[in-house]
C-alpha cells in the first residue's frame, strides 16, 4: 500500500491511496460492512454507489463464519464478492464494548461470545494471524478503547497496553506473509480519550513504531462534539504528512467536515446505513425522517439533486408507503440513497480541496445541511 499526497487546502487533503484490490481517493468514507456484508446492500449496489472501499469487523467474522471457512473461500474478498479494497478492524472495539463478558490483561483479551457464550481469547499476534486469513487490505492493531467518561489514570493504563500491543502485532506481521498474495498494510491506534497530553504522548510513540497509516480511535464513543475535534487536532499536529490518517466510528456529514477541514482522510461509521433502516434519509438540504404523515402525499424525490436509484425512480410518498407496510425494499432505498449521499459529500470536499476552495465550499455545504429538518414521526 501506498499514500500520495496530492493538494492541500488548508489543511484538508485529498490523497490517492494506492492498493492491490485498487485506487482510493481521499477524502474517503467507508461503507461498514460488519459481517461481510453491509447491510441492504449487495456488492453491485455498492459499485454504484462509488464505494472505493469497505470495512469487515474482526471480532464478528471470527466468531461468524470463523475463519478456516473464509480461508477455504480463498479470503475474505473472494467469500463475499467484494473487489476492491477492505480494512479490517482488530475487533478489539467490539470486545470492549461486551463489558462483563471479557476480561483484560496485558497478554490480551479474554470474552465470551456474545453468540453462543464460548471462551475466546485475542492476543495481538492472533488477531494479526486472523486478518492474515481474511486478506484484508488494511490491518489494524489491537488496542484498547477506554470508555467515556474515564479517569485519566484509566486512560493513561489502556494508552499503555495500547503501545505494548502494537509492537506485538508489528512483530507479529513482520514474521508473517499474506496468505493471497496481495499485500496488506498495517495501521496503528492513537488512544488517549479526550486528554490531551495522553493523546500527544500515544500518536508520537506510534509514530516511531513506522506504522503504514494511522488511526485516531477512541473518539464518537460519547464525548461532546468539541471534544473530539480538540483531540483530532492534537493528533494531526504529530501524525505523519504522507501518511494515510483515519478517524474511527465517525460520524455525521458535520462530523465528517470538520474532520475533512482539519486533515483527516477516512471515516467509517454505521450512522447512513443504520438510520436508513430506520427511515431517516441525509440529503443537501438537510435530515427527513420519510415516516413523518407530511410525507404521504409528497410525490417528489426524497432529493431531487441526489443521482442514486432511489431518488431517480421513487417518491417520497412511495418510500413512506414502503416503511409504514415493512416492505424489506424501504430498507434497501434508504441505505442505497443515505450511502450515495455519504460518498457524494466526501467527493464533493475533495474536489473542493483540488479547487482551493474547501473552506468555502465547507460553510456553504453547512447551511443547506441544516435546512430541512423532519424528525418527529406522525
Known sequence: MKFSLVHTSGRA????LHTEHGDVPTPIFMPVGTQGSVKA???????????????GNTYHLYLRPGTEIIRQAGGLHR??????????DSGGYQVFSLQDLRGV???????????DGSAHVFTPEHVIAVQRTFGSDIMMVLDECPPFPCEEDAAGIAVERTHRWAVRCRDAAERSDPLYGKSQALFGIVQGSTFENLRVRSAETLVKMEFDGYAIGGLSVGEPAAAMYAMTDVCMSILPERKPRYLMGVGTPENILEAIQRGVDMFDCVLPTRNGRNALFFTRRGKVNIRNAQYATDFRQVDEACPCYACRNFTRAYIRHLFKAGEILGLHLATLHNLTFYLW???????????????????????LLVLESSPTES
Open 105 to 115: 490483561n496485558d497478554d490480551g483479551v479474554e470474552f465470551k461470545s456474545h453468540i
Open 345 to 367: 459529500l466526501v467527493t464533493q470536499a475533495r474536489e473542493a480541496i483540488l479547487a482551493d476552495r474547501f473552506e468555502d465550499w465547507k460553510a456553504a455545504t453547512l447551511e
Open 79 to 88: 467469500f463475499m464478492q467484494w473487489k476492491g479494497p477492505l480494512l479490517t
Open 13 to 16: 487533503r485529498a490523497g490517492l
Open 41 to 55: 446492500m449487495t456488492p453491485r449496489d455498492l459499485e454504484e454507489v462509488g464505494a472505493r472501499i469497505i470495512l
